[in-house]
């Protein structure tokens, strides 16, 4: 397999690029996302690429071993579908479909900051919040789809921790990225034990975010000193993670 084209789509943005069996990647576009009619941005966007062998693609919300998106967080305006049955269909290439966050944590346990470690945990801090765990370069997935996902879990009445981050918006405060990140390391750690957990996201751009991950760190577990906190450097890690179980195939 020459080159797969790897999509990572999230909630404010979607980055595109063509990954090689090295992990290359090449001739990398970003768009906003649309709000009203993804599927048509997504086949648009696929449509202005030429030899590729495979769609590897990632998606912001619950996305089942089949390919079946149900529903996006963040796109009030997307419709169920089967992506990996619609878009093989229509480009008549081997397709992927997996959760944003988990191919984000993958890229990362393959060829980034986490690839020395077995149980990585992936966070991304964007229009909303992922997480993904990977043990021994596999994703876990479990019996249900959202396995793994601790932005599923509900925090008050009516609410989850990926919809108090989409409220927000941004971090207004240190308190208030401090406060997230805390609650993130409390349901983690005791979950997951993971050697290394990795941020990353349009959030970790905010001033001073490596030192509000530490402390939250020491808030959350004051004597742990084995768990490894760092935030990404891996250029186009969602594109990579995207393309991945393909590019093994």
């Known amino acids: ?38 599927l048509k941005q997504i086949i648009k966007l696929i449509g202005s690429y030429k030899d590729f062998d495979a769609i590897g693609l990632a998606m912001p919300g619950v ?3 089949n390919g079946f998106v149900n529903k996006l ?28 966050a988990k191919a984000f ?13 077995p149980t990585v945990v992936g ?31 509900v925090i008050a009445p009516n609410l989850t921790l990926e919809q108090l981050m989409h409220k927000t918006r941004q ?22 034990h993971p050697d290394i957990i990795i941020f990353g996201g349009g959030r970790t751009h905010y001033r001073g975010i490596n030192q509000i991950i530490k402390q939250s760190l020491y808030l959350a577990y004051p004597k742990d000193n084995k768990t490894v906190v760092r935030v990404s450097k891996l250029k186009h890690a969602g594109i990579i993670g995207a393309a991945l179980p393909l590019l093994r195939r």
Not at 74 to 95: D, G, I, R, Y
Not at 172 to 183: H, L
């Open 105 to 117: 944590a993958l890229a990362e346990a393959t060829i980034g900051v986490g690839k020395l470690y």
């Open 171 to 192: 971090f207004k405060s240190d308190q208030q990225a401090g406060e997230i990140v805390t609650r993130l390391f409390s349901m983690i750690i005791p979950a997951a």
């Open 1 to 38: 397999m020459k080159y797969v084209l790897g999509i990572d789509v999230g909630g404010t943005k979607i980055a595109a690029g063509l990954v090689d069996k090295n992990y290359g990647v090449r001739r990398v576009y970003e768009l906003s996302t649309s709000q009203s009619d993804l």
């Open 123 to 153: 966070v991304i801090l964007g229009t909303g919040i992922g997480t993904g765990l990977v043990k021994h370069k596999k994703v876990y997935v479990g019996k249900n789809p959202v396995a793994g996902e601790i932005g599923h879990t």
């Open 63 to 65: 996305v089942r071993p």
């Open 73 to 100: 967080p963040n796109l009030k305006n997307f419709m169920a579908t089967n992506l990996k049955k619609f878009l093989e269909v229509q480009f008549k290439v081997p397709v992927h479909v997996m959760n944003d």
